[in-house]
């Protein structure tokens, strides 16, 4: 993601905004401030033109952002002349009421900034799910670390004791596994369940993990802290004894309702919800279960999938759910847009390219590329697979191979305010082979209609490196900027790709993944719903006692498009 490799190629479409947003506004200023703003984008440019020549050719050359951020200094921030505004929509800056008012807007820029990057915005949050999210604040900053409440559990949990009618709080603290997609649905289906359950979530942090993202909870922290006395907790697994699966087996725990009530619980209890989960495992998503479960005062949950659909299988939750999201669609993106918020060192990454490069267009079209280890095609067969879904989508801009462009007339089609028309490609991916294909095309041809195509990748790391904060923080920097887009194509299976789709509240096209390395005869099959895919597979347990309304469920619960094994939320 946005790294420091040499990008000798980059900089020659980037050049190309700069210049025409800044001639798009001088032309609306007034006749007085033309020779100023003019001197000012002037210098800017070739600022940046300088930047290419001296840094283009050299190894270890400074990434794309880091030339914008060094541009944007020089020009005092006026390289972008159109700051971002409040969506159509009518979104603040606090989402609507989602986020609540109050915090450090110096300790958290993109908390009040973020709102006013997006375009979209397509539900309106409920009031049971704002008093929700409300109540849960004051649930936290009364039990969370530094309270008195959370030394007293502490000390049970010490003690290995299993009181929990006399406790005042219940805790699920998240273990982190997996790649950072991965990862953040995850989170966002943990704090679900936290919701659900009254509980206090707790974050276990990795040095992979730590800068990410700020503290989503006002005058609170969500960090558990370090001398939290559950050892190696980094080698929990379905082995473990303490998993709630391994429990009910050796009759630790019990989910039968007439045994539960009397029989004492452990102290905690971890629940492995990864890959790999047995039918123990899978009792977790029993009604039952979860009636056990909440007589547990800590929970340790090790997850790397999106399990919310799982969850409206649960007849506790049942009217919760419903409550809280009348739009099942809404999910993910509400859960997204609440608790994920960029620390300020991603942040600056963010704004710095995307007011360099990406913020003139009129519209931003965001491609996601990524090539699974287990679906592995030749480059030349993937390409030809996204120009057939951008033919069959209308994703691209067309090229137009029968008219050159008019002389003094480059920038093409101008629209009603006599400013340029302009679309920017983002293109996301590990390599930087589909970038250069794509960027060469729109150098060599005019897009069909006039107005320019910039085409721009922050970086290319060539392999996922799981455990390297910098690479998280790239990652991360790349899924907010696909979640600025106004259109996106992502790879199927991808959860990078679910995060950013969610995020923008977009149902995205969707690549379809090669089976068994062949190129799928479908290029890519439309989202009919903005939600993650819940990758669990081989789910088969069975659940005894109260059940949901089955065909209520069948009706909000679908088959993935991308993933046949896998279900998702739909209206």
């Known amino acids: 993601m946005i790294d420091n490799k040499k990008t000798d190629d980059h900089p020659v479409a980037e050049v190309a905004w700069p210049a025409r947003g800044a001639a798009a506004a001088r032309r609306r200023e007034k006749k007085e401030k033309m020779g100023r703003a003019g001197v000012v984008i002037l210098a800017c440019v070739m ?3 300088f930047l290419v020549l001296f840094f283009g050719g050299r190894g270890g050359a400074p990434a794309a952002w880091q030339n914008a ?13 159109s700051r971002p505004r409040p969506s159509a929509t009518g979104a603040d800056e606090h989402f609507g009421g989602l986020l609540a008012p109050g915090s450090d807007r110096r300790a958290c820029r993109s908390r009040y900034e973020s709102p006013l990057y997006y ?4 539900f309106a949050a409920s009031p049971h799910l704002l008093q929700k999210l409300r109540d849960y604040e004051a649930r936290h900053k009364k039990c969370g670390p530094g309270t008195p409440q959370y030394a007293k559990s502490i000390d049970n949990l010490r003690s290995g004791s299993s009181n929990t009618e006399a406790a005042e709080c219940r805790y699920l603290v998240w273990l982190p596994y997996n790649g950072l997609g991965n990862r953040m649905l995850s989170l966002l289906s943990t704090f679900l369940y936290a919701l659900l359950t009254d509980r206090v979530l707790l974050v276990r942090n990795t040095d992979d993990f730590t800068d990410l993202f700020c503290e989503p909870f006002p005058d609170t922290t969500w960090n558990l802290p370090p001398d939290f006395p559950v050892a190696n907790m980094s080698q929990f697994g379905v082995q473990s004894d303490d998993s709630y699966g391994n429990l009910l087996r050796h009759n630790k725990i019990s989910n039968h309702p007439d045994r539960a009530a009397s029989q004492p619980v452990p102290p905690y209890v971890y629940a492995h919800l990864a890959h790999g989960l047995r039918i123990t495992d899978q009792l977790f998503y029993c009604n039952d279960d979860q009636i056990a479960l909440a007589k547990v005062t800590w929970l340790l949950l090790q997850n790397d999938l999106y399990f919310v659909p799982l969850l409206y299988d649960i007849a506790e939750f049942e009217n919760e759910l419903r409550r809280m999201y009348p739009a099942k669609e809404s999910v993910s993106h509400f859960l997204a847009r609440y608790l994920f918020h960029p ?10 390219y995307h007011r360099s490069y990406l913020a003139q267009a009129e519209e931003r079209i965001g491609v996601q590329i990524r090539m699974f280890p287990f679906a592995t095609i030749p480059a030349d067969d993937m390409y030809r697979q996204i120009l057939a879904c951008s033919r069959q989508e209308g994703i691209l801009p067309e090229i137009d191979d029968e008219h050159e462009p008019e002389p003094g007339n480059t920038t093409g ?16 991916s590990l390599h930087a082979d589909y970038y250069e294909r794509i960027r ?3 150098y060599e041809h005019a897009a069909k209609g006039g107005g320019g195509v910039g085409v721009f990748q922050p ?11 910098s690479h998280n923080q790239k990652a991360l920097a790349e899924i907010y900027l696909l979640s600025f887009s106004d259109v996106l194509l992502t790879t199927g299976m991808s959860t990078f790709g679910y995060v950013s789709s969610s995020l923008a509240g977009l149902r995205s096209t969707m690549l379809v993944v090669a089976n068994d390395q062949k190129v799928p005869e479908t ?42 094994r896998g279900i998702k939320l739909v209206d």
């Not at 375009?119 to 397509?122: A, F, I």
């Not at 620390?343 to 710095?352: A, E, I, K, L, Q």
């Not at 101008?414 to 293109?427: E, F, P, R, T």
Request: one cysteine or more; glycine letters at 4%; charged letters at 25%.
């Open 413 to 428: 089609a101008i629209d009603a305010d006599g400013a340029a028309s302009s679309k920017a490609i983002l293109v996301v």
């Open 47 to 49: 600022a940046l033109l």
């Open 343 to 352: 620390s300020n060192s991603v942040w600056g990454m963010v704004t710095r």
């Open 119 to 122: 375009k979209h915005s397509p």
């Open 440 to 442: 060469w095309t729109y």
């Open 459 to 469: 970086s290319h790391e060539e392999r996922q490196e799981r455990a390297q904060r």
């Open 69 to 81: 951020t060094k541009l944007a200094a020089m020009c005092g921030g006026t390289v972008n002349v």
């Open 523 to 564: 290029p890519c099959v439309r989202a009919v719903s903005m939600e993650p895919c819940s990758h669990l597979m081989n789910f088969k347990v069975k659940c005894k006692g109260k059940t949901v309304d089955k065909e209520e469920l069948a009706r909000h619960v679908k088959v993935c498009e991308d993933l046949p």
